[in-house]
């Protein structure tokens, strides 16, 4: 999918933020699948990099208060070594 000027995804998201009332509307909240800026080493920032080169000057100009996102899902399990523990911890996230 393609993000860039002209696209229906661009020209929504700027009709959308364009749209934004922030007397009503005082935080202005994205929320994104694919992270822009990330460390984790197996979802590189080069996964959403042409997502963000066209869609970040748009949130950066509306004022954008917070941008939440996810895709990663890293998870490390543990088990618990007695019975008691394993009744109250089985998995960290």
């Known amino acids: 999918c393609t993000c860039r000027a002209g696209s229906p ?3 929504w998201l700027t009709r959308d ?19 822009w800026y990330t460390s984790n ?20 100009a509306a004022g954008t208060d917070l941008v939440l996102n996810g895709r990663a899902h890293p998870r490390r399990a543990r ?13 960290f996230y």
């Not at 197996?42 to 950066?60: I, Q, V, Y």
């Open 9 to 11: 995804q661009h020209e």
């Open 17 to 35: 933020l364009a749209s934004v009332d922030r007397r009503r509307t005082p935080w202005l909240i994205a929320v994104l699948h694919t992270p």
């Open 41 to 60: 080493r197996h979802h590189p920032m080069s996964e959403g990099a042409r997502m963000r080169e066209d869609l970040e000057p748009l949130l950066l």
């Open 79 to 91: 088990r618990a070594q007695n019975e008691e523990a394993r009744a109250q911890i089985d998995f």
